[in-house]
């Protein structure tokens, strides 16, 4: 049977542009016939997703999988490192937790998975014509080469050859460039096929006689410089950028102002990506120790560590500020760790996320959540419960991420009804509604990704606030959107990438 061929983007550093333009050539390789699959051993993100059959995997190689045009699987990312606090993280194996385990244990124990990265790649290159594996921060960290299973290790087992992309607009480029190289085994560094320059501003041709230097002093082909770009919309991979978390300040009354807590742990804000793109819609996230404001709808997202982030957002205030927006009129919305803060209380007996048992929660509404052992992880569709405030009745599309079990006393109504779970059908009760259309809960991830839930549910804030409602749907789905935006990436790459020599390095 004949293996894929492979590629290999590695970068200089974290952040530097690997994710992208992996997802880049995914689309560009499917543009031009060819069934293209992603691949990154480990990845450290607390912006996960769930596949249908169940399993969690990094968002990043999600992206990388829409650009290919094929349904994402755990194999794609069959390491996912969940950071807990800054010396602990969940280990997610094939899309299942292996267990919370300290980073020196870890470390020292990793390379025992290294036949499980090797499986699930060596599937992929069976299945698929090209594979693009992607590595994680830089190839030339010398105190973890010992036990390497994402950078030249994998590549040395895929044996596939490697480019090196390195970020010009944080400075540096050159010595970032030579000096990775220089910290590699001469058997590495000949791995190393090409180099690519990312985010460049500017006129080129000053650049020109920095690059003629690049090449002859490390031999190697300059591939292409990646002009910085910021009308094309990707997903971010684990953490909110600085320019995105420095979102504009209210542009005026016509607007639905919408603020989002920026928790030390927070997951999942790709949740909010379809907001972003509303017309009507302002979004603003509250970066620590920043004040709320005045919005019409406050968010509380998702948490790795729930019970760490309210004490925290306790001890910084912000529970007497969620209190008083409550009473002005503000309405609050939480999703998965934010609706558990939403309740009296969460009890940790077996200790999931932290080392408290119990905290109090921000009492608005009356449930109690216990974590759990076992970690929910499904797609679902649902559907609203019968409420007054809004008429939406279609069914939405979303995935669960959780171990906690949330209970409501009697008199609070549930926000949705869950109909399926691993396309089987099912009737469950989630999230919790209060009788004054305030308060919102729902464990259900990507609720904003449905057009039509998203566009009753800003209404029901327009006409809460005296505004018309905004009828205009937008043209395209969000999904839609995506597709137009992995195009646009791809042109730009392909137009600024020697193509020719990128097929010629990998045999085709």
């Known amino acids: 049977m004949m293996l894929a061929k492979r590629i290999m983007i590695q970068g200089t550093g974290s952040g530097v542009g690997k994710s992208v333009i992996a997802a880049a050539l995914c689309r560009i390789f499917k543009q031009d016939g060819y069934k293209v699959a992603p691949f990154k051993a480990q990845n450290m993100a607390l912006n996960s997703f769930v596949t249908k059959s169940g399993g969690e995997m990094g968002r990043a190689q999600v992206v990388q999988a829409e650009a290919a045009g094929v349904e994402p699987t755990v194999d794609m990312n069959p390491i996912l490192i969940k950071p807990t606090s800054d010396v602990g993280a969940q280990i997610v194996v094939k899309g299942k937790v292996l267990g919370n385990m300290s980073a020196n244990y870890y470390h020292n124990h990793k390379s025992e998975l290294i036949q499980i990265v090797a499986g699930s790649f060596f599937k992929l290159a069976k299945e698929y014509e090209i594979v693009v594996i992607e590595g994680a921060g830089s190839p030339a960290e010398v105190n973890l080469r010992r036990t390497d299973i994402v950078n030249m290790r994998m590549a040395e087992i895929a044996d596939s050859p490697v480019l090196l992309i390195g970020d010009i607009d944080k400075g540096g480029v ?40 690049l090449a002859k002093r490390c031999k190697k082909d300059i591939l292409g410089v990646i002009p910085y770009f910021r009308n094309i919309r990707i997903e971010e991979e684990d953490s909110l950028s600085l320019e995105k978390a420095k979102s504009p300040s209210y542009s005026g009354v016509s607007k639905i102002n919408i603020e989002v807590l920026y928790l030390s742990h927070i997951s999942n804000f790709t949740d909010f990506d379809p907001l972003e793109e509303e017309e009507d819609v302002c979004l603003r996230y509250i970066g620590r120790g920043e004040r709320i404001g005045n919005p019409d709808l406050l968010i509380i997202p998702g948490s790795k560590n729930t019970i760490d982030d309210l004490i925290s957002l306790k001890e910084m205030g912000y529970e007497e500020q969620i209190l008083a927006n409550v009473e002005k009129g503000t309405k609050i919305l939480g999703i998965c760790g934010g609706y558990q803060m939403l309740g009296r209380e969460i009890i940790d007996p077996y200790h999931t996320e932290s080392s408290s048992t119990r905290i109090n929660g921000l009492s608005l509404i009356d449930a109690v959540t216990v974590l759990e052992k076992t970690k929910i992880t499904s797609q679902v569709k649902a559907h609203l419960e019968k409420n007054p405030f809004f008429p939406s009745k279609g069914e939405v599309e979303g995935y669960e991420i959780h171990t906690g079990r949330t209970r409501l006393s009697r008199g609070i109504h549930p926000f949705f009804r869950i109909t399926e779970r691993f396309s089987q059908p099912v009737d469950i009760e989630d999230g919790a509604i209060d009788d004054e259309g305030r308060i919102f809960g729902t464990y259900i991830h990507g609720i904003f990704d449905n057009q ?26 969000f999904r839609e959107q995506k597709e137009r935006e992995y195009d646009k990436l791809a042109s730009l790459v392909r137009k600024n990438l020697d193509m020719k020599k990128i097929y010629k390095i990998m045999g085709l």
């Open 174 to 213: 050159f010595a970032w460039l030579i000096g990775t190289l220089e910290l590699l085994s001469e058997e590495e560094k000949r791995r190393v096929k090409g180099l690519i320059i990312n985010k460049f501003r500017g006129d080129i041709n000053i650049l020109r006689p920095g690059l003629d230097y």
């Open 452 to 477: 039509v839930f998203r566009r009753d549910f800003l209404n029901y804030l327009r006409q809460t606030k005296g505004l018309s409602p905004y009828f205009s749907y937008q043209k395209v789905s």
